[in-house]
């Protein structure tokens, strides 16, 4: 399999993770399911359990136990989305939340993962930057583009709506 610079295989230990996974809760269930264990806080995961390797992607190179999979995932996901290259770099938190600030233009110095999260989500869902020249969307319509976005939380809000 031949991958792009905005794709990665990472590993945890032994366990092989493919990124990006499209919603960091799905992620975060995927790395529960294969290390048997319960994460209680994604933000300070890597402290616990940090990226150890990144294989066949050279360009990323992981800080050991300053590296989170979850920030990683966020940056591969914007990567991909925007169809930029990521430059070759030791990634720890800091690089990582500071390549997503210049590829965003949100303000994310200094927030927890979850806030960092929202943001980047937001962005993705909404399309905003991502499209030279986009068509605006009628207010009307902006829950429909919303709802496009297909993840596990999506799935739990419909399922309480019904």
Do not use: C
Request: proline share 3%.
């Amino acid at each position: 399999m031949m991958m792009k610079k905005n794709e990665a295989i990472i590993y945890i230990g032994t366990d092989k993770f493919h990124l990006p996974v499209n919603d960091n809760k799905e992620l975060q269930l995927q790395i529960e399911s294969k290390l048997s264990k319960k994460i209680s806080n994604r933000g300070i995961f890597h402290m616990l359990k940090g990226v150890d390797r990144i294989e066949e992607n050279d360009f990323i190179r992981p800080v050991k136990n300053k590296t989170n999979i979850f920030f990683l995932n966020l940056m591969l996901l914007i990567a991909q989305n925007r169809d930029i290259e990521i430059p070759e770099n030791d990634y720890d938190n800091d690089v990582i939340i500071s390549w997503l600030e210049e590829a965003t233009q949100l303000d994310l110095k200094g927030k927890n993962l979850e806030l960092i999260e929202n943001k980047v989500y937001s962005l993705i869902i909404k399309n905003e930057g991502f499209i030279e020249n986009k068509p605006e969307i009628p207010e009307n319509q902006e829950s429909k583009v919303e709802s496009n976005f297909f993840s596990l939380d999506w799935i739990k809000s419909k399922n309480k709506e019904i």
